[in-house]
Nanobody
Framework: VQLQASGGGTVQAGGSLRLSCAASGGTFSNYVMGWFRQAPGKEREFVAAVRWSGGNPLYKDSVKGRFTTSIDNVKATVYLQMNSLRPEDTAIYYC????????????????????WGQGTQVTVSS
């Protein structure tokens, strides 16, 4: 399984970015796809998760209403649309895949994800 994240960059506060995570090398229909981020000097934290097969995503409280994750099955790509960005959203963002099916609730711990993309930097200036 390979995950290739892209779409990071530098934006001003209030701006938007869309991250992409292209998935390959596996059958993802039962996977949970997650987004995590890590700011300098801080631990990696959960941002969002969604089942490849569909259903309601799960979000970190501080990003609810601002971030949206979705999946394009045809392109085998997971997206994280980030709106109303804040300086505290600055971090390296990672996509990850959890191959264990039928988990309730969706995986929020980094230890539950077996596969990781390389990370993409998001910088929000004030």
């Amino acid at each position: 399984v390979q995950l290739q994240a892209s779409g990071g960059g530098t934006v001003q506060a209030g701006g938007s970015l869309r991250l992409s995570c292209a998935a390959s090398g596996g059958t993802f229909s039962n996977y949970v796809m997650g987004w995590f981020r890590q700011a300098p000097g801080k631990e990696r934290e959960f941002v969002a998760a969604v089942r490849w097969s569909g259903g309601n995503p799960l979000y970190k409280d501080s990003v609810k209403g601002r971030f949206t994750t979705s999946i394009d099955n045809v392109k085998a790509t997971v997206y994280l649309q980030m709106n109303s960005l804040r300086p505290e959203d600055t971090a390296i963002y990672y996509c990850a895949a959890d191959p264990v099916p039928h988990k309730v609730p969706l995986s929020q711990s980094a230890y539950e994800y077996d596969y990781w993309g390389q990370g993409t930097q998001v910088t929000v200036s004030s």
